[in-house]
């Protein structure tokens, strides 16, 4: 007779182990002190580890002022550890018992009243990464458990979830966060809530972008362009949608919008300029910046007008959209950011148009020292 261990692997796999698992240690559960059970349907809810900060704010609320303890009671049973400042399962199988511990039914609304608890004790509050958590929580009960007054309220916390994840290029993130803002907005929100649109609208438009989905982001920028009360609130909607249709290879429909957006920014743009008007055009910009010493052009004031910074970013978009089309007209649009600047004060876009403009000097005259000189200056 053969001494070895013999199995029959399809036989072990048709038990349901896992589920005895869950079973044996939601029992074992079952039978703690209520609020050691509590304490482990928190913690649950944030998955298998919870912040140190969550577990400090709700014990600042008074139906939870012993959570600490309650903890300590399950860390004695062994089924949560702490590490650094973290509260952690001691595996996601005994977080999986933890969070059925919560009927299927409520867990919903369990979720949500935990985060707007949180919310309202922690408002204000610096909560760093334990800030999505918190948010996650409240997401919970979007659309449904979300009474009227608290709507805005909401649909704020989660722009501001979008917000810091774009600030750590996390886009998928920001952009799942700000689809739970539109189904909170009110029908009329472009009326009731004017600027919370455009900034909602924007944001969410470049994130869109950013995760691939151009039609989408079209749409966005679309509604802004169209509710838009004024040219000035607009014109980030039209930058996107200009940067969006160059990276897409549309120069064409791309350097009509930049036009027209400038057109209605108060510049004049002939439609073509031929050599010898544009020769006056570089040699008259070319006396105006003879008259200053590069001394004199770094020490100008920098300008705070926003009109301006847009319509130099418009002009440097249509300087992209000219230098790969060949067009003649790069020449004036690289002036004409120079004139400005020298006009009304130096702002970041500035120093592309002198460069532009060094370039295209250097170009015609072959004059290499006209771009060491704007270098100092940028």
């Given at each position: ?278 020769t006056a055009v570089i040699q ?67 120093v592309f148009g002198l460069a ?7 170009q015609s005259t072959k004059r ?11």
């Open positions: 007779r053969e001494r070895r261990w013999i199995w029959d692997e399809d036989e072990i796999r048709s038990k349901n182990i896992t589920d005895n698992v869950l079973y044996l240690l939601s029992a074992k559960m079952s039978s703690l002190p209520e609020n050691t059970r509590l304490a482990l349907k928190l913690v649950s809810c944030f998955g298998i580890k919870a912040d140190e900060n969550i577990v400090g704010y709700l014990s600042s609320i008074s139906q939870y002022s012993d959570l600490q303890d309650w903890l300590d009671q399950a860390i004695n049973e062994g089924y949560i550890q702490k590490h650094e400042n973290k509260y952690k399962f001691i595996h996601d199988k005994v977080r999986e018992a933890a969070y059925n511990l919560i009927d299927d039914s409520d867990k919903s609304q369990f979720h949500y009243d935990l985060g707007l608890l949180l919310y309202s004790t922690s408002k204000g509050q610096d909560l760093e990464d334990a800030f999505f958590q918190v948010v996650d929580q409240v997401n919970h009960g979007i659309p449904s458990l979300v009474k009227p007054k608290m709507q805005i309220d909401i649909a704020e916390l989660n722009l501001n979830a979008g917000i810091k994840a774009v600030d750590l290029s996390d886009f998928d993130t920001a952009y799942s966060y700000l689809n739970y803002v539109l189904p909170l907005l009110p029908k009329n929100h472009w009326d009731s809530h004017y600027d919370f649109s455009l900034r909602v609208f924007l944001l969410r438009a470049k994130t869109t972008y950013s995760c691939g989905n151009i039609e989408e982001a079209y749409d966005l920028l679309k509604e802004i362009i169209e509710n838009g009360r004024c040219i000035e609130d607009t014109l980030d909607a039209y930058y996107l949608r200009v940067t969006i249709l160059f990276a897409c290879e549309e120069r064409e429909e791309a350097y009509i919008i930049c036009r027209e957006v400038l057109s209605q920014l108060k510049e004049r743009i002939p439609d073509s300029l031929g050599i010898k008007e544009l008259e910009t070319g006396g105006m910046l003879a008259r200053m010493s590069v001394d004199d052009l770094s020490e100008m004031k920098e300008t705070d007008n926003t009109s301006l910074q847009f319509t130099l970013k418009f002009y440097t978009l249509l300087c992209f959209i000219s230098y790969f089309s060949s067009s003649q007209m790069l020449p004036f649009y690289c002036c004409r950011m120079v004139r400005l600047t020298l006009k009304h004060g130096v702002c970041q876009e500035s532009m403009y060094s370039a295209v000097i250097c290499v020292q006209v771009i060491q000189e704007m270098g100092r200056v940028g």
